[in-house]
């Protein structure tokens, strides 16, 4: 899937405006940047803690971020992809 990042929640790793590429997968680790749906809307966030079917969310920019500061934890089923393009690391 090719999403367009939404925002300032995950600079400096994307910025806003940029193009993503994200797969269907639910081999997921901390640190991958995942699409996530929360209340309708698709937002771009990087796994901070995953236990079980619960996952942790923040985004890379704190101050411009509504993540699991805010929402807490979120079930992983809500993960819809994988960001795989461009190349992130952790």
Not at 27 to 40: E, R, S
Not at 66 to 82: F, V
Request: glycine fraction near 8%.
């Amino acid at each position: 899937m090719l999403r367009r990042v939404n925002g300032n929640s995950m600079l400096p790793t994307l910025a806003d405006g940029q193009l993503v590429v994200a797969r269907q997968t639910r081999d997921l680790t901390v640190g991958d940047v995942v699409i996530v749906t929360h209340d309708g809307l698709e937002k771009i966030k990087r796994i901070e803690h995953h236990e079980g079917d619960l996952v942790y969310l923040l985004g890379d920019n704190p101050s411009e971020s509504t993540d699991s500061r805010t929402l807490g934890w979120l079930p992983a089923k809500t993960i819809s992809a994988k960001v795989i393009w461009p190349k992130l690391t952790t």
